[in-house]
């Protein structure tokens, strides 16, 4: 209102604020996305610990009888139990460090560079904090995903291997 006042008759003024995360409100609205995308990303994690679930069940229905013979030279319910949830924790952790890999590897080529920044000079750098957060999370699903199928592994007897 007082640029306005101080222009000659004819000129016109627009103005807009460039503070829109100093609105009222937006720390409440920023929240619920927050959670409205955590709840997602759980849901996702929670469908994907399933299935690694289920897949690790069957693999220790396959080695039943692998798990009968390191009974049968004395391996104990400790060694059996970290030996099939180390199985789980490597393999997500390794699938992890790849798709973090994968994903600065694409981000930084050439083609999806210039197809997505194509007007900024500076691009911008790649969220290591989302990768590390990425990294812990699929190391928790696979040692959550790896206790059931360990469980199961422990119950295994030497008879019931002898059996398959």
């Not at 220790?60 to 970290?82: C, L, T």
């Amino acid at each position: 209102m007082d640029l306005r006042a101080q222009l000659p008759p004819g000129l016109e003024v627009s103005v807009s604020r460039t503070d829109w995360a100093a609105q009222p409100g937006f720390e409440q609205s920023f929240l619920m996305m927050q959670l409205v995308t955590g709840g997602v990303a759980g849901i996702v994690l929670l469908l994907g610990g399933l299935s690694l679930v289920n897949i690790q069940l069957v693999a220790m229905r396959q080695r039943i009888r692998e798990i009968g013979v390191r009974r049968s030279f004395g391996a104990s319910d400790g060694r059996i139990f970290a030996s099939v949830m180390l199985e789980s924790v490597v393999a997500t952790t390794a699938a992890g460090v790849i798709g973090i890999a994968v994903a600065v590897a694409v981000l930084r080529s050439p083609w999806v560079t210039q197809s997505l920044f194509s007007g900024l000079q500076d691009v911008p750098p790649f969220p290591f904090g989302a990768a590390i957060v990425g990294l812990v999370a699929s190391v928790a699903v696979g040692a959550l995903a790896g206790l059931i199928p360990a469980l199961v592994a422990l119950r295994v007897r030497v008879i019931d291997a002898i059996r398959f």
